[in-house]
């Protein structure tokens, strides 16, 4: 018999909220995709009021939580889950694309006898890029944010294995969790301070960012045992509270532009990442309000849809087409750079990315949301990694 935490469900939360965690596509959650993606695409663009790392960090916070609810729902639906079968979901959404894309870009180079760094290369097809540029520096290439994959891919291997070994108790999951997250802001904070790894490192490699995933990670599993009532009472107490969470985004931002990296990879990396979740929580809540019904609009979600393919491609887009466009006012210069890529994304995202991951097949298999929400209904569809869990 597993220990379960007492079953505080919807009566503990707000009803909006239960209304968007009990719904059959979980709403914001592509809002917050294209919003990630923007941010991603803005700050290579060079614009200035975007702080690099805030799109990036979106989307690990985002993945860990969605990736954590979903594996309780099935973990209350199943009695356990099927490690093998997430594995092979979690391979067939972000392999597929992520090698057609290397293949196309990398052929690309080649025939334009533009440069290639091969061990950037190799590493990015064997998923540990994110070691190799924080050991000896990102070269600045086509493939440099690859990293972001890397960082997501080995998430997805070691956490399914530490959920199961921590299963027969979510209180203990959760301090489990927080112990980890805790450990790792000391040793971040440790190993920069001290001098022992580069910038790069701390930027890239796993062991420095998986508290960020985690925490979204935490939030899901506090979420399912009713223990986030104080926290959640708090943020999301009025629809205006978004713009408290965003204002404090931009301290933060201001400070990272002001004290630089000494600040991000100690207190940033630790306060960030909470204003992200707490973001996530209100823009679940409160995507059906007035205030914040842009989250759903049409067009916005299918931004969030499309944000994989965004990222993929935008690192081989930006540049090319920002140069084309110089003899623009620098408004439309943006606007035209950013409207090539979601065009090269939609195309990459309907062509590649949506027949390689066998999405018809997926759309099959029903997902229950665990019954302590709602009735029967099914969170939505897990789509690729970082940028659409």
């Known amino acids: 018999m597993l220990a379960r935490a007492p079953a505080r469900d919807a009566a503990h939360y707000p009803p909006l909220l239960v209304a968007g965690?009990?719904?059959?596509?979980?709403?914001?959650?592509?809002?917050?995709?294209?919003l990630g993606s923007f941010f991603v695409v803005g700050y290579h663009y060079g614009l200035p009021f975007v702080p690099g790392g805030w799109g990036v960090l979106n989307f690990l916070v985002l993945s860990g939580f969605l990736i954590t609810w979903l594996l309780l729902a099935e973990e209350d639906r199943k009695g356990s889950i099927a490690v093998r079968s997430f594995y092979v979901r979690?391979?067939?959404?972000?392999?597929?694309?992520?090698?057609?894309?290397?293949?196309?870009?990398?052929?690309?180079l080649l025939v334009f006898g533009k440069r290639i760094v091969w061990p950037q290369v190799i590493t990015a097809f064997l998923f540990v890029v994110n070691y190799y540029q924080g050991l000896f520096g990102d070269p600045n290439t086509a493939f440099s944010h690859t990293w972001a994959?890397?960082?997501?891919?080995?998430?997805?291997?070691?956490?399914?294995?530490?959920?199961?070994a921590l299963r027969r108790d979510r209180r203990r999951m959760a301090g489990a969790l927080l112990v980890i997250?805790?450990?790792?802001?000391?040793y971040r904070a440790l190993m920069w301070i001290g001098g022992v790894v580069p910038q790069g490192y701390v930027y890239e490699a796993?062991?420095?960012?998986?508290?960020?995933?985690?925490?979204?990670?935490l939030m899901a599993v506090l979420l399912r045992t009713g223990s986030m009532k104080p926290v959640v009472a708090v943020a999301t107490g009025s629809p205006w509270m978004p713009f408290?969470?965003?204002?404090?985004?931009?301290?933060?931002?201001?400070?990272?532009?002001?004290?630089?990296?000494d600040y991000r990879n100690t207190l940033g990396f630790i306060v960030n990442p909470m204003l992200i979740m707490t973001l996530l929580l209100q823009a679940i809540s409160f995507a059906a309000t007035p205030m914040w019904r842009w989250l759903e609009w049409r067009w916005v979600r299918y931004l969030?849809?499309?944000?994989?393919?965004?990222?993929?491609?935008?690192?081989?887009?930006?540049?090319?087409?920002?140069?084309?466009?110089?003899?623009?006012?620098?408004?439309?210069?943006?606007?035209?750079?950013?409207?090539?890529?979601?065009?090269?994304?939609?195309?990459?995202?309907?062509?590649?990315?949506?027949?390689?991951?066998?999405?018809?097949?997926?759309?099959?298999?029903?997902?229950?949301?665990?019954?302590?929400?709602?009735?029967?209904?099914?969170?939505?569809?897990?789509?690729?990694?970082?940028?659409s869990s």
């Open 21 to 34: 965690l009990s719904s059959r596509r979980i709403p914001g959650l592509d809002g917050m995709r294209a």
């Open 90 to 108: 979690r391979a067939r959404h972000i392999v597929p694309a992520f090698v057609v894309f290397m293949i196309v870009v990398a052929a690309a």
């Open 149 to 164: 994959l890397a960082l997501q891919l080995q998430f997805y291997l070691l956490w399914p294995l530490l959920f199961l």
């Open 181 to 186: 997250i805790a450990s790792i802001w000391v």
């Open 206 to 217: 796993f062991d420095m960012r998986a508290d960020h995933l985690l925490i979204g990670c």
């Open 244 to 261: 408290l969470t965003m204002a404090l985004i931009g301290v933060s931002a201001a400070c990272e532009k002001h004290y630089g990296v």
């Open 304 to 387: 969030g849809m499309i944000s994989y393919s965004v990222y993929l491609y935008q690192q081989v887009v930006v540049d090319p087409v920002k140069h084309r466009l110089a003899f623009l006012p620098a408004p439309l210069q943006f606007l035209g750079t950013l409207a090539a890529v979601y065009a090269v994304s939609s195309v990459a995202y309907y062509l590649v990315e949506n027949p390689l991951r066998g999405a018809r097949r997926q759309r099959t298999q029903p997902n229950v949301v665990p019954r302590v929400w709602a009735a029967k209904v099914t969170p939505e569809r897990i789509r690729p990694s970082m940028w």
